[in-house]
T-cell receptor
Framework: KAGVTQTPRYLIKTRGQQVTLSCSPI?????VSWYQQTPGQGLQFLFE???????NKGNFPGRFSGRQFSNSRSEMNVSTLELGDSALYLC????????????FGPGTRLLVL | QKEVEQNSGPLSVPEGAIASLNCTYS??????FFWYRQYSGKSPELIMS????GDKEDGRFTAQLNKASQYVSLLIRDSQPSDSATYLC?????????FGAGTTVTVRA
């Protein structure tokens, strides 16, 4: 099976802009989660979607949003970018249940100037 | 208190030795535990999942879980230079993974 794919892989934006990142889960996986990884804060949970419904959300400002489509593909959006949003954004997919193993995509590295 | 804490690194071991990584978690009702390996500049890669108390072995890796002590560990036997990476302990609750800060392991040839 093909793994989790994320696009784009690298992105450079300026403060105040917005960005949309895309994630395609492993075929058959219906749960998609997003994480932010920075050197200072480590890996932090953003949100999780299953069958187009957000089941959990991390402690991030409302500038961070996401959605999931009927084919399980997911997008996350960050509006009004700040320098501190520079990070590796990781998408992970799993089958269904809350205990399921999550498999990570290669990530999108975002640099905000 | 952080949800997941790992022993501080970095950890340097000679080739062929055993590397021991430890992790504690705060949520007593946690049921799913994972170890991921992350090479520099790459995304986390699953090494092991464990759900029940006791040991689980997979090749050179052994995970140990003690729910009463809220403790998870990972042993890497016969460490190889290719094992040099950051190892992340993760606990799954409420559809999310909570990660420790990671322990960086360097295997000296």
């Amino acid at each position: 099976k093909a793994g989790v794919t994320q696009t784009p892989r690298y992105l450079i934006k300026t403060r105040g802009q917005q960005v949309t990142l895309s994630c395609s889960p492993i075929s058959g996986h219906r749960s998609v989660s997003w994480y932010q990884q920075t050197p200072g804060q480590g890996l932090q949970f953003l949100f999780e979607y299953f069958s187009e419904t957000q089941r959990n959300k991390g402690n991030f400002p409302g500038r961070f949003s996401g959605r999931q489509f009927s084919n399980s593909r997911s997008e996350m959006n960050v509006s009004t970018l700040e320098l501190g949003d520079s990070a590796l954004y990781l998408c992970a997919s799993s089958s269904t249940g809350s205990a399921e193993t999550q498999y990570f995509g290669p990530g999108t590295r975002l640099l905000v100037l | 208190q952080k949800e997941v804490e790992q022993n501080s690194g970095p950890l340097s071991v000679p080739e062929g030795a055993i590397a021991s990584l430890n992790c504690t978690y705060s949520d007593r009702v946690s049921q799913s535990f994972f170890w991921y390996r992350q090479y520099s500049g790459k995304s986390p890669e699953l090494i092991m999942s464990i759900y029940s108390n006791g040991d689980k072995e997979d090749g050179r890796f052994t995970a140990q879980l003690n729910k009463a002590s809220q403790y998870v560990s990972l042993l890497i036997r016969d460490s190889q230079p290719s094992d040099s990476a950051t190892y992340l302990c993760a606990v799954r609750n409420d559809y999310k993974l909570s990660f420790g800060a990671g322990t960086t392991v360097t295997v000296r040839a």
